[in-house]
């Protein structure tokens, strides 16, 4: 029988696992380089299409892509677009999910006692596994940030979501930060 520390414990598992697929998904957007698709495949493991490994440059090509849906997302999440461009960037996003390599993914039912039902995606390739993250940040509404003081990207509160003009991962960095331009003046 599970006991309630188990299921609490469940959930923030699927949290932490959805936190981690969006700085990831973020890392694939920024690969530009032959070296951070190294980088990127030692942390991550490794990208194939149909059952083989595809070369560097299909990566840069496919992490092009990905980055343009990426920032279509930024812009919809962070900028608080008017309804006529918010639909043009999630149309765009479409297209390119609908050409992604999204390939032998299994949707399988997932029923946990006392909790809601949820449908769950398992690929069996990196790059599905990306084009579905984004495609369950754009359902869950979430993204993530690039702190304004140490730069690092971080997954902020739904409450932080905001149009406000710069992000911090934590309080620290937010005080650190104005301290900082204060100083400066
Ligand atoms: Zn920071």
Same mark, same amino acid.
């Given at each position: ?9 469940? %959930? ?6 959805? @936190?981690?697929?969006? +700085?990831?998904?973020?890392?694939? #957007?920024? $690969? ?5 698709? /190294?980088?990127?495949?030692? #942390? ?9 490994? $595809?070369?560097?440059?299909? $990566?840069?090509?496919?992490?092009? @892509?990905?980055?343009?849906? +990426? ?39 997932? %029923? #946990?006692?006392? =909790?809601?039902?949820? +449908?769950?995606?398992? #690929? ?5 596994? $990306?084009? /579905? ?13 690039? !702190?304004?003081? !140490?730069? %690092? ?16 991962? !934590?309080?620290?960095?937010? %005080? ?5 331009? =204060?100083?400066?003046?």
């Amino acid at each position: 029988m599970q006991n309630v520390s188990n299921v609490n414990k469940k %959930i923030e598992t699927e949290t932490e696992r959805f @936190h981690s697929a969006m +700085l990831m998904v973020r890392e694939f #957007s920024r $690969i530009d380089t032959k070296k951070q698709c /190294l980088a990127f495949k030692k #942390s991550y493991g490794p990208i194939r299409r149909n059952g083989k490994n $595809i070369k560097n440059s299909e $990566i840069l090509s496919y992490a092009k @892509h990905f980055a343009v849906a +990426l920032k279509n997302f930024d812009e919809a999440w962070l900028l608080m677009p008017s309804d006529e461009r918010r639909g043009l960037l999630l149309r765009q996003i479409q297209a390119e999910f609908n050409v992604a390599p999204v390939t032998k993914s299994k949707v399988y039912f997932h %029923i #946990s006692k006392g =909790k809601q039902p949820v +449908l769950r995606m398992r #690929s069996d390739n990196l790059l599905a596994t $990306i084009w /579905l993250t984004l495609a369950e940040m754009l359902q869950e509404n979430r993204n993530t940030q690039k !702190c304004d003081h !140490c730069g %690092i990207w971080f997954v902020p509160n739904e409450r932080r979501r905001t149009a406000s003009r710069y992000a911090f991962c !934590c309080e620290d960095h937010q %005080i650190k930060f104005h301290n900082q331009r =204060k100083g400066r003046k």
